[in-house]
C-alpha cells in the first residue's frame, strides 16, 4: 500500500475503533491534532479511508479514468428504415464508458473511484447523482466550467442492434493532466488502474507513467477505431500494460494488420506484446473472445443470450474480468467471467444490469 509507519499506526486504531476522533487519535499516539489531521487527509488520496466517518476499505481501490456521459438511447419499434422517420422510444441513462465500467465494478462489490469530466449542468449533477448511489465514489471528477456533460446518441434497430451513434465527448477531450493532481496518491496505491480511450493523449501517457513509477497494473480499453488509433505511439516495451481489450477493428488500427482470417488474431496479438502489453483480450462479439498472454493463446466461447440492447455489454465484460482478477482469478478465468457479465448485460434493458453480482456471474459460468 505503500503507508508510512505512522499511516499505519492510525489505521490499526481505526479498525479497533471506527468512531475515534482526530483528538483522541493524537493523544493516543502522542501527537497533535493537526498532524493526525494531515495523516488523514492523506489516508483519503491514497484510497484507504472512504469518505467520512474514516470507513477503512478492505482492499485498495481500483481507479477508472475516462469518458462519463448521458446516453440518450432511440430503438425503433420495427426494421428500421433508412433516411425516413421510424417509430419507436427513447430513453436516457447515465452512460460512458468509463463510468459504465466502474458502476459495474462497484455492483460487484469492487471499491471504485471514477475520474471523469463533467460539465457544470443537469446532466453532469444527474451523472453525479445516480453513479455515486451506485456505489462509485466520485472524490476526483472534474467539474469543466467551459464544456457541457458529454453525450452519446445511439440508434438501434428492433432487434437491439447499434445503427448508428454519435459521440460529443468535449469535456472528456478537455481532461488534461493537471486535472488529476489531487487524485495523484489515489492512482499511485490502485490495486488496478483502468483507462479508456477517450482520454486525450496527453492524460493517458501522464496515467502511465504514474502507474508505471507504482507498478500499478493498467487494463486499457481502446473504446474505438479512431481513439485505437492514436493510442499506437503510447505503447511502449519499456512502460508495460497489463491488458489491452481492443475489438478485431480495433486491433487492426493498433497494429496495421488484417485482422479478417480465424489465426491473424494472435499474430496481431503478439505485435502488441513486443509494445509491452501482457495481455491481449479480443472481444470478437458473437464468436467469443481470444486471451494472449504468457498463459499462451485461449479462444472462449461467447455465452447464449437473448438480446434486448446491446449497449454496455463491452463495459460490463472489463468491469467483470477486473473484478475476477482482483479475487485472484487467473486471466483466462477471468475472461470468462466477463462473458458471464456481457451476456446478462445483453438481456437486461439497462446499460448497466442494476441487479449483478458476483453470484450471478458464477451462476452464468456454473462456477
Given at each position: 500500500m505503500g503507508?508510512?509507519?505512522?499511516?499505519?499506526?492510525?489505521?490499526?486504531?481505526?479498525?479497533?475503533?471506527?468512531?475515534?476522533?482526530?483528538?483522541?487519535?493524537?493523544e493516543?499516539?502522542?501527537?497533535?491534532?493537526?498532524?493526525?489531521?494531515?495523516?488523514?487527509?492523506?489516508?483519503?488520496?491514497?484510497?484507504?479511508?472512504l469518505?467520512?466517518?474514516?470507513?477503512?476499505?478492505?482492499?485498495?481501490?481500483?481507479?477508472?479514468?475516462?469518458?462519463?456521459?448521458?446516453?440518450?438511447?432511440?430503438?425503433?419499434?420495427?426494421?428500421?428504415?433508412?433516411?425516413?422517420?421510424?417509430?419507436?422510444?427513447?430513453?436516457?441513462?447515465?452512460g460512458?464508458?468509463?463510468?459504465?465500467?466502474?458502476?459495474?465494478?462497484?455492483?460487484?462489490?469492487?471499491?471504485?473511484?471514477?475520474?471523469?469530466?463533467?460539465?457544470?449542468?443537469?446532466?453532469?449533477?444527474?451523472?453525479?447523482?445516480?453513479?455515486?448511489?451506485?456505489?462509485?465514489?466520485?472524490?476526483?471528477?472534474?467539474?469543466?466550467?467551459?464544456?457541457?456533460?458529454?453525450?452519446?446518441?445511439?440508434?438501434?434497430?428492433?432487434?437491439?442492434?447499434?445503427?448508428?451513434?454519435?459521440?460529443?465527448?468535449?469535456?472528456?477531450?478537455?481532461?488534461?493532466?493537471?486535472?488529476l493532481r489531487?487524485?495523484?496518491?489515489?492512482?499511485?496505491?490502485?490495486?488496478?488502474?483502468?483507462?479508456?480511450?477517450?482520454?486525450?493523449?496527453?492524460?493517458?501517457?501522464?496515467?502511465?507513467?504514474?502507474?508505471?513509477a507504482?507498478d500499478?497494473?493498467?487494463?486499457?480499453?481502446?473504446?474505438?477505431?479512431?481513439?485505437?488509433?492514436?493510442?499506437?505511439?503510447?505503447?511502449?516495451?519499456?512502460?508495460?500494460?497489463?491488458?489491452?481489450t481492443?475489438?478485431?477493428?480495433?486491433?487492426?488500427?493498433?497494429?496495421?494488420?488484417?485482422?479478417?482470417?480465424?489465426?491473424?488474431?494472435?499474430a496481431?496479438?503478439?505485435?502488441?506484446?513486443?509494445?509491452?502489453?501482457?495481455?491481449?483480450?479480443?472481444?470478437?462479439?458473437?464468436?467469443g473472445?481470444?486471451?494472449?498472454?504468457?498463459?499462451?493463446?485461449?479462444?472462449?466461447?461467447?455465452?447464449?443470450?437473448?438480446?434486448?440492447?446491446?449497449?454496455?455489454?463491452?463495459?460490463a465484460?472489463l468491469?467483470?474480468?477486473?473484478?475476477?482478477?482482483?479475487?485472484?482469478?487467473?486471466?483466462?478465468?477471468?475472461a470468462?467471467?466477463?462473458?458471464?457479465a456481457?451476456?446478462l448485460?445483453?438481456?437486461?434493458?439497462?446499460?448497466?444490469?442494476?441487479?449483478?453480482?458476483?453470484?450471478?456471474?458464477?451462476?452464468?459460468?456454473?462456477?
Open positions: 503507508l508510512t509507519d505512522r499511516e499505519r499506526e492510525i489505521v490499526d486504531l481505526l479498525r479497533g475503533e471506527p468512531l475515534i476522533g482526530p483528538a483522541e487519535i493524537a493516543r499516539l502522542g501527537s497533535t491534532r493537526a498532524a493526525v489531521n494531515v495523516h488523514l487527509s492523506n489516508l483519503g488520496r491514497k484510497g484507504v479511508i469518505g467520512r466517518g474514516y470507513i477503512l476499505s478492505a482492499q485498495p481501490p481500483v481507479v477508472v479514468v475516462g469518458g462519463a456521459n448521458i446516453d440518450i438511447k432511440a430503438r425503433s419499434s420495427a426494421a428500421a428504415i433508412g433516411q425516413t422517420s421510424n417509430p419507436g422510444h427513447t430513453s436516457t441513462t447515465p460512458g464508458v468509463a463510468r459504465n465500467i466502474a458502476e459495474n465494478l462497484a455492483r460487484l462489490g469492487t471499491t471504485t473511484h471514477l475520474i471523469a469530466a463533467l460539465g457544470r449542468d443537469a446532466h453532469g449533477e444527474r451523472l453525479l447523482t445516480e453513479t455515486r448511489e451506485a456505489g462509485v465514489l466520485l472524490d476526483h471528477v472534474h467539474r469543466s466550467g467551459t464544456h457541457p456533460t458529454g453525450s452519446y446518441t445511439a440508434v438501434l434497430d428492433a432487434d437491439g442492434e447499434m445503427l448508428l451513434a454519435v459521440a460529443d465527448m468535449s469535456a472528456t477531450d478537455d481532461l488534461r493532466p493537471e486535472h489531487s487524485a495523484r496518491e489515489l492512482i499511485l496505491h490502485a490495486a488496478l488502474l483502468v483507462l479508456d480511450g477517450n482520454l486525450p493523449a496527453a492524460t493517458t501517457e501522464h496515467l502511465l507513467d504514474l502507474a508505471q507504482a500499478v497494473r493498467v487494463v486499457l480499453d481502446p473504446v474505438s477505431v479512431p481513439k485505437a488509433a492514436r493510442l499506437l505511439p503510447l505503447l511502449r516495451a519499456d512502460r508495460p500494460i497489463f491488458a489491452m481492443p475489438n478485431r477493428d480495433e486491433l487492426r488500427a493498433l497494429t496495421g494488420l488484417d485482422t479478417a482470417a480465424d489465426d491473424a488474431g494472435s496481431a496479438a503478439d505485435v502488441l506484446h513486443e509494445r509491452g502489453v501482457e495481455h491481449v483480450w479480443i472481444r470478437l462479439g458473437a464468436q473472445s481470444l486471451l494472449s498472454g504468457p498463459g499462451g493463446t485461449h479462444r472462449l466461447p461467447a455465452l447464449s443470450a437473448e438480446v434486448r440492447d446491446v449497449t454496455g455489454a463491452g463495459d465484460m468491469a467483470a474480468f477486473a473484478h475476477a482478477l482482483l479475487a485472484g482469478r487467473s486471466p483466462v478465468l477471468a470468462r467471467y466477463g462473458h458471464a456481457a451476456a448485460t445483453l438481456e437486461s434493458a439497462h446499460t448497466v444490469r442494476p441487479d449483478l453480482t458476483e453470484r450471478l456471474l458464477e451462476e452464468r459460468i456454473e462456477i
